[in-house]
């Protein structure tokens, strides 16, 4: 069987194996879901390459932050852009085929400012955003196993829990466009979403083409497998295919019931609340309904609903997204698969003060996720690149209270020496 030599700067592993295993799983998934119409499967396939695509370019929102005024790095947050902005593209020229309708977050800003500083620091403490503690918990990460349990917590607190009063209190500080709907780029300016994408497209290939000016490119030896597999990538690079992938997101999101782009943090809720409630509205796919016209015959409008429908019950059943649960999965699948090619997936063992800080990080994680609706994935990733301006203001915020909390936490704040 053939491997990656050590030589190479990779690692002894039957990697032919495991990449046609893996390839073979996807295509699988694929056939089956145009089979049967499950288009939720391929929500499989698509946590498994994010998960892949995380892990490679160890793009976590917390160090992305955290690493500016640590050590004056920012090419994970390059890396963050880019999926931003490949994600603006593809919306936008989904958005133009009619593939999608866009649906931006609301400016609730309220959530957005309160929750924004919670999970800010929640995040320094955990040692990674929601899908950050996923993809190095696929890694064997124990601090993120761990955590994970907190931000699924954390989440329930606020969802179904004693925090949920303040919850909607936030919800309803809400600021709206002129015509009633969200706050948008395209609606402060008036220009359509798909020429603001252009003009963000254009500035950030000027800047990209500025800032390497003058730089010379190392050479490297290895072989394009080992590039690809065994080492990491550089932000950027995982940055460009996951915002490829957040439009392949888009459409298999929407069609299995839920309109929106990559998010992970109620996917988190989701898997809780599947192995340990009974009285679930499972929603796994759009449905057609049929519906009475008195000028036309009767019509199929496609709506989001639930499959199938809820049952009247004494208490509310409580909703869980199918795709929200399979991308969550094989995210962390995905991860494990990227760290094993490259040797990094073993379980590490970590102090039990870090657990317990990863545990209570974790938990404000989940909180302060909770209360802005979305974390670095739904509010920053998708949320940017819809153009929301509420979800830029809880980037602004997060980044503002993760800096607090790096330089006093760790870096010493000023007695540092």
Not at 124 to 144: D, E, H, I, M, R
Not at 183 to 212: D, E, H, K, Q, R
Request: proline share 3%; glycine share 12%.
């Amino acid at each position: 069987m053939d491997t990656i030599s050590e030589a190479d700067g990779g690692i002894n592993t039957n990697w032919k194996l495991y990449v046609a295993m893996s390839v073979a799983g996807i295509i699988l998934i694929i056939v089956l879901a145009i089979m049967t119409e499950l288009w939720v499967l391929t929500a499989l396939p698509i946590g498994f390459l994010f998960g892949f695509f995380l892990q490679k370019g160890n793009l976590c929102g917390a160090s992305a932050f955290s690493e500016i005024i640590m050590f004056k790095d920012r090419s994970k947050v390059w890396g963050l852009w880019i999926a931003i902005v490949t994600g603006m593209i593809g919306f936008a020229i989904l958005d133009l085929a009619g593939l999608i309708v866009l649906n931006p977050k609301p400016l609730i800003w309220g959530s957005y400012v309160v929750g924004g500083l919670i999970f800010g620091v929640g995040m320094v403490l955990a040692g990674g955003c929601v899908s950050g503690c996923l993809f190095k918990a696929g890694a064997g990460n124990l601090a993120s196993i761990i955590a994970i349990l907190g931000i699924a917590l954390g989440v329930a607190l606020v969802e179904y829990g004693p925090l949920y009063p303040y919850y909607t209190g936030l919800k309803s500080m809400v600021i709206k466009s002129a015509d009633g709907g969200s706050v948008t780029l395209a609606s402060l300016t008036g220009l359509p979403f798909w020429l603001i994408a252009l003009i963000v497209l254009a500035l950030t290939i000027i800047y990209a083409f500025w800032s390497n000016k003058g730089r010379v490119r190392s050479s490297s030896s290895l072989s394009f497998k080992n590039k690809i597999l065994a080492r990491s990538w550089k932000p950027w690079q995982a940055g460009l295919l996951i915002g490829l992938l957040g439009s392949a997101a888009y459409l298999s999101s929407d069609i299995s019931g839920r309109n929106y782009p990559l998010g992970v943090t109620h996917g988190v809720l989701h898997v809780q609340l599947l192995m340990t409630e009974q009285n679930l509205n499972h929603i796994y796919q759009k449905k057609v309904v049929k519906v009475e016209n008195t000028t036309k015959s009767d019509a199929e409008i496609t709506k989001n609903v639930s499959s199938p429908p809820a049952v009247a019950t004494a208490t509310p059943q409580k909703k869980v997204s199918w795709w929200l649960i399979l991308l969550v999965t094989s995210l962390i699948l995905g991860s494990w698969f990227a760290g094993r090619l490259s040797g990094e997936s073993r379980l590490r063992a970590k102090p039990p003060q870090e657990v317990l800080v990863a545990l209570v990080g974790g938990l404000l994680v989940g909180i302060g996720a909770a209360l802005a609706r979305g974390c670095v994935v739904g509010n920053i990733m998708s949320g940017w690149a819809l153009m929301s301006i509420g979800t830029v203001l809880f980037g602004i915020v997060v980044i503002i209270a993760n800096w607090i909390t790096t330089y006093f936490y760790l870096m010493g704040g000023p007695s540092r020496k």
